[in-house]
Every structure is written in structure tokens, then in C-alpha cells.
């Protein structure tokens, strides 16, 4: 290869699943040109993360899926060198596209008991089945950061929890799953995420943590990592003033904390790759195009993820960067092909395969998981006490952002038959939308069942539980003999007033079918919860 050829291989643009034939055509020449080394696949342009402030509607597509296998076959055969495929793919495909297998956050298989760390290779080799089975090669995933912030605004439901030596583990287990699988993984976000409290999409947060500190915490599970020979490793869009001379400059540009911390210090050989590069806390550094992709590189990352400048990019490196330093990113980069095998086979896909994923091994996985992960936070004997209640007529069940004919009341309404009620946020007139009426509905019952489900994963806007649905929860739990079972983040736990108060309270992680009917089997069943929370919850 030419000297530009070997930088192209650097270069990892963003593409589209649901795009433009036009953005598409543009993509294929830009392969053709600079023989860039690989793609990183998104859903769409209005689902990329920095366009969060703008809301955009994201328009879904059934067939996502098979578009994704139709576009890696077509890409790849613009390509004179294979391209490495890659995709943020932390909880599945589902994660970038619909009606594919979707798995348990990280946070959730954090609440797991270490015995049960198989399940999280499981988790990872599944994944990267899935991965595989379309043509992706490369999973960037999972994250190694150690949430220990419950305000993080990013992280938070992703991180495996804020125990250092747990993230470490569970880490490395779903990164051996993704291995045996035949697919490449990456732990991110170096040199830790995890207490933060800006979104790094949108601004650029900054550790305050001495190098001592850092090393006793949010480096310990990439230091596990690299002990296991971790494939990648991701540099996140985080200041830290300690490595930096007291700068605020971000790791994917800080030779410092590349060069002397990562390769230096922790001895680390393999992958580096930038986070994506158009995320605001970098993107609108520099004027002149190339410039950032120059620095990224120059810092020491390998592979320059969601570069918007090829072109540009590739003349400043081939301008300013020395032999030694080219040849030693490209030799990293086709190791990583090579172990994938995509330099040696022909790797294309046949496009008249349907898409097939095994839904029911996923079902099965997911419900072992319910079955370990879900935690009791209050007992006070919820199963006896709720039968006892719905003997006397005195019980009522409530759904709170789900119809009442959800999975979890469907499963329990066999064996424990009540009034069921529900809210939504849909205003649409109906009584049971509506929070007075309901309130005034309860008052014949002394028990209530609340069956909460936490609208959104990230604590933005009270991860979107309105204003008037707390005080609702608050004057329930401290009038009625509230038995709380709650679905989702486990950080909305803190902004219920009150909470304290419940006669029981169950937190189950996930709102998958799996997920509700195990739980309200375990209620019937009065069996033991087995999880714990992998962070600490403070409740009002």
C-alpha cells in the first residue's frame, strides 16, 4: 500500500443504517478513495446521540436488519482492503436495531450474584453470535467505567455498577463471550467514565481524581482487561487535570494520558480507539478540517471512530506523523483483521439469507437472569401480606406508565384476581389517564400494589416521571400499605418521595415480558430475591 493507503486504514467514518441511496453512493466512493479500514453503523442520522438538543424524529424501520446485511455485503465490495465492521452494540443489536435480541443492560447483569458470572458471558458470547450472523466484526463493548456518580448523566444503566473489582470481572467475562464468538471487543470509556456528571456527547466533563486515586479505582477493570489481552480499548471525551498538568484537555487528545498511562505505564499493546469524534466536547475544537483528526492520532489513538474529515484528516497524518508511528497503528489495525479472519476468507455475506436470529435462546438467557438479578429492598413478608389483603377485598392493583394488561398483572391476575388501574402519560381523556380520578378510585382500598415503570434509562428530566406522578406515589405511600414493585433504572428509586415508607418494595431491572413475569412469579411463589444493587441508593 501507498503511504495514504496505510493512513486510510486509521479511519472509521459513521455510517447509516436507514439512510440516503445519496449518502450511501457518497460512502461507497469514499471507500473506493482513501481505502478507509473500516465503518462504525448507527440506526440513523437523527438517532446519533448529539442530536439529543435538536429531538429529531427517528423514523423506525422493521426491516433494519436486513438493510444492515444488504449494506456490509455492498460496502464490502467497494473495498480493496477488507473493512473492519464495527457497532455499538452493548445490550445486542437491539441497541442500533429493531426486531433484533435484546439483552439485559450492564447494570442489570451487575445485580447479579458473582457466582452467576457465567451469565454474562453467556450475555457477551450471544451478542457476538448475533454480531457475526450479519456481518459485524466488531462490538464497542462493554464499558469498564465504575459508576460511582448517581448523577451521571451517560453512563449510569451501562456501567456493571460502582464496585471496582465486580466491573472488572464481569467485564472481562462478557468480553471472553464476545472472543469465543469470533467477534473483537473494547472497553471503554479509558480512563473512566464513571464519575462524571457531564454528558461527554454534549460538553466535556472532567475527573478531579489524583493519578493515585485513579489507579485504586477507575482503572482497575482496565488494567483487569489488558491483563486478559483485551482487543481494544476506547479513549473517552474526559478531562483529567491530574495527567494533564492541570489542563483540561480531553484523554483522546492527551498524549499523556494515550502514551505514558495506557502503553507506558500499563503496559497496554493492543487497539486504541478514539470515541466517536463528532461529539461536541471535541468536535468544535478546531476550525481547519483534519486538524482534529491529527491530533486524535498524534495523542496515540490507532483507529479515529465517527472521523467527519477523511480527506483532510488523512493529509495532516501523512504531512506530520512520523513511519514508525503509521506502521505501527496500521500493524495493529490488521492483527485485529486478521484475528477476525476477514484478510484471509472471503467474508462477504450471502444477501438472500433471511436474517434469522434465535429469539427463543435469547428468552431463555433473559429469563435466567430475571430469575438471579431481581432485589428485594424492603420485606416485610410481601406475599402474605398482599394475599391477606386481597381476601378481605381490601387490595388494588396499580400500573403506572403501562396499561394494566401488562405482563406483570397478567401473570399475578390467576392467583391474586384485584380492581386493576393504571396510569399513562397520554392525556387522552380516558379515567384511568387520569391521577385525581385514580386517587379518588383508591380510596375504597387499604392496600395498593404499585407496579412503577420507569420511563426512560437516563436520569434526564426525573428519567421523564412527571412532577404530578411523585406527589401521587407520595400521598399513596403514606396513606395506603403500598407494596412497590418497580421496572427499569434503579437511580429513579432516589426521586420518589416517600419510598422509605412502602410495606415492601422490588426492583426488577428490566421491563422485558421475562422479566414481569418472573417477578410476579417470584411474588406468588414467595421466593427469595437473589440480586443486589450494583450501586448505592439513597431514598427519601
Given at each position: ?32 478513495k482513501y481505502n478507509i479500514g473500516g465503518l462504525t453503523f448507527f440506526h440513523s442520522r437523527a438517532s446519533a446521540a448529539t442530536n439529543y438538543e435538536s429531538n429529531k424524529k427517528i423514523e423506525f424501520n422493521d426491516d433494519s436488519a436486513i438493510r444492515l446485511q444488504e449494506l456490509i455485503v ?191 505505564e500499563l503496559g497496554y499493546k493492543g487497539l486504541v480507539i478514539s470515541d466517536a469524534l463528532n461529539m461536541h466536547s471535541v468536535s468544535k475544537l478546531y476550525e481547519k478540517k483534519g486538524q482534529l483528526e491529527w491530533e486524535a492520532f498524534h495523542a496515540g489513538n490507532d483507529v479515529l471512530c ?149 420511563p426512560k434509562a437516563k436520569p434526564l428530566h426525573n428519567f421523564e416521571i412527571e412532577d404530578s406522578v411523585l406527589h401521587f406515589l407520595s400521598e399513596l405511600l403514606q396513606n395506603k400499605n403500598c407494596f412497590v414493585y418497580t421496572f427499569g433504572n434503579p437511580y429513579a428509586l432516589q426521586i ?45
Amino acid at each position: 500500500m501507498t503511504l495514504e493507503q496505510k493512513v486510510g486504514q486509521f479511519f472509521f467514518p459513521a455510517v447509516f443504517i436507514n439512510d440516503s441511496e445519496e449518502h450511501i453512493q457518497e460512502m461507497e466512493s469514499l471507500i473506493k478513495k482513501y481505502n478507509i479500514g473500516g465503518l462504525t453503523f448507527f440506526h440513523s442520522r437523527a438517532s446519533a446521540a448529539t442530536n439529543y438538543e435538536s429531538n429529531k424524529k427517528i423514523e423506525f424501520n422493521d426491516d433494519s436488519a436486513i438493510r444492515l446485511q444488504e449494506l456490509i455485503v455492498r460496502y464490502q465490495k467497494c473495498a480493496s482492503t477488507p473493512l473492519l465492521m464495527s457497532i455499538d452494540a452493548e445490550w445486542g443489536l437491539a441497541m442500533r436495531v429493531e426486531k433484533t435480541p435484546q439483552y439485559p443492560y450492564a447494570i442489570t447483569l451487575g445485580a447479579l450474584p458473582d457466582s452467576e458470572i457465567d451469565l454474562v458471558y453467556q450475555v457477551g458470547k450471544q451478542i457476538g453470535l448475533d454480531l457475526k450472523s450479519v456481518g459485524i466484526h466488531y462490538n464497542l463493548a462493554p464499558l469498564a467505567d465504575v459508576n460511582n456518580n448517581p448523577n451521571n448523566p451517560v453512563i449510569g444503566y451501562r456501567s456493571f455498577g460502582e464496585d471496582k473489582i465486580k466491573v472488572a470481572d464481569f467485564a472481562v467475562a462478557y468480553l471472553q463471550g464476545l472472543t469465543d464468538a469470533g467477534v473483537l471487543g473494547c472497553l471503554k470509556h479509558f480512563p473512566g467514565h464513571g464519575n462524571t456528571s457531564v454528558d461527554s456527547h454534549l460538553g466535556l466533563p472532567v475527573l478531579q481524581e489524583s493519578r493515585e486515586e485513579l489507579m485504586e479505582n477507575e482503572l482497575v477493570p482496565f488494567i483487569e482487561g489488558i491483563k486478559n489481552n483485551v482487543d481494544s480499548i476506547m479513549i473517552g471525551h474526559l478531562a483529567v487535570r491530574s495527567w494533564n498538568e492541570n489542563q483540561n484537555t480531553s484523554a483522546t487528545l492527551s498524549k499523556n494520558i494515550i502514551e505514558t498511562l495506557l502503553r507506558k505505564e500499563l503496559g497496554y499493546k493492543g487497539l486504541v480507539i478514539s470515541d466517536a469524534l463528532n461529539m461536541h466536547s471535541v468536535s468544535k475544537l478546531y476550525e481547519k478540517k483534519g486538524q482534529l483528526e491529527w491530533e486524535a492520532f498524534h495523542a496515540g489513538n490507532d483507529v479515529l471512530c465517527f472521523a467527519e474529515n477523511v480527506a483532510e484528516g488523512i493529509d495532516e497524518i501523512v504531512k506530520n506523523a512520523s513511519l514508525e508511528r503509521i506502521n505501527a497503528s496500521f500493524d495493529r489495525i490488521m492483527q485485529c483483521k486478521e484475528k477476525v479472519g476477514i484478510l484471509d476468507i472471503d467474508n462477504q455475506i450471502d444477501i438472500n439469507n433471511t436474517v434469522d436470529f434465535d429469539f427463543n435462546k435469547t428468552s431463555d438467557l433473559n429469563s435466567k437472569i430475571a430469575q438471579k438479578s431481581i432485589t428485594t429492598l424492603i420485606d416485610s413478608d410481601n406475599t402474605n401480606s398482599i394475599f391477606e389483603a386481597q381476601k378481605k377485598n381490601g387490595l388494588a392493583k396499580v400500573s403506572i406508565y403501562k396499561e394494566a394488561n401488562n405482563y406483570f398483572f397478567e401473570t399475578l391476575e390467576s392467583e391474586l384476581p384485584t380492581s386493576n388501574f393504571y396510569y399513562t402519560a397520554n392525556n387522552n381523556n380516558n379515567n384511568n389517564n387520569n391521577l385525581e380520578v385514580l386517587k379518588s378510585q383508591l380510596n375504597a382500598f387499604e392496600t395498593v400494589l404499585i407496579a412503577l415503570f420507569v420511563p426512560k434509562a437516563k436520569p434526564l428530566h426525573n428519567f421523564e416521571i412527571e412532577d404530578s406522578v411523585l406527589h401521587f406515589l407520595s400521598e399513596l405511600l403514606q396513606n395506603k400499605n403500598c407494596f412497590v414493585y418497580t421496572f427499569g433504572n434503579p437511580y429513579a428509586l432516589q426521586i420518589i418521595p416517600n419510598l422509605k415508607k412502602a410495606k415492601g418494595l422490588v426492583h426488577t431491572y428490566q421491563d422485558f415480558k421475562e422479566f414481569q413475569e418472573i417477578t410476579a412469579k417470584q411474588l406468588l411463589n414467595n421466593d427469595k430475591s437473589k440480586g443486589t444493587l450494583p450501586v448505592k441508593i439513597n431514598m427519601l
